[in-house]
């Protein structure tokens, strides 16, 4: 089959689409045949490089498509059946993944990082991955839900447990976690506070339902905050943009507010002063990707049409250097979807 791999680390020349052989079929999996598969920042860290990454490798996390094959342990799924597939990795049978808790499993990882991923023709999955989708989402809009809606529900459902009546701060409103976790903020009935860098994205995140949106080139975020919340800060911060947003993030927070984080995509080194955090009671919280359980729930959601995956575009197998190029300048609102 064709598939989109690297044999080096480096930038986006690195990527090649060539023949890979086949994925052998286990009795005990299911065999995708991929129509979409969505890209995350996940994949530029990827590609440049990061610990327990074998190469070549084939990078990829969200994965929509149709059932190929089904192997001969595995049943109540049919051939031609339209799917998604849980952006992860995991052993199943360690006290962790048996209590639900797989993303604290000694062996997880996020499809695409550790093992190889679905920038591919097809790929074999244990059943519990996978999962089937509604008429109602075409494969693209499929594909670009798993990885960051769970990880914004685990964020702000789960660990920073948001309530109705609560103000959030989303920081970077035009990512793929931005985007999810502004919609749950709402559908939390919470007051959301988002961040954005240009005009069209402020536009788009009023759209998806923020109240309020701070240009975060232009305006100092922690000032603007203390401004609409009347000098309380918020209850909550959803961070991942790391290094350039940090203090402004930890300023935003009211007396015993919750920073969650989930990314550092400007850079992992932040300061912390340990006085402003005591006296201030607050929390933080590291949260990385969430547990099927956590994946069903906000997936009925999804499928119910209460949440709305928004594709910002779509490139070919064969232009995913192009498609790199294109996420790593941050000119996206949205999903930046591969197709075979
Ligand atoms: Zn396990």
Redesign the pocket.
Known sequence: MKAVRFHEFGGPEVLRYEDVPDPQLRKDQVLVRVKACAMNHLDLWVRKGLPGVKLPHIPGSDVAGEIAEVGEYVSGFAVGQRVLVAPMS????????VAGL?NQ????TVLGNAVDGGDCERIAVTPEKVIPIPASLDFVQAASVPLVFLTAWHMLVSLAKIQPGQTVLVLGANSGVGIAGIQIAKLWQTTVIATAGDDRKIEKARELGADHVIHHYQQKISEEVRQLTGKQGVDVVMEHVGAATWEESMRSLKPAGTLVTCGATTGPQASLDLRFLYARQLKIFGSYMGTMGELHAVLKHVFGGRLKPVVDRTFPFEETRAAHEYLEKSRMFGKVVLLP
């Open positions: 995991f052993c199943g049978h360690c006290e962790k993944c797989e499993c000694s062996e997880f």
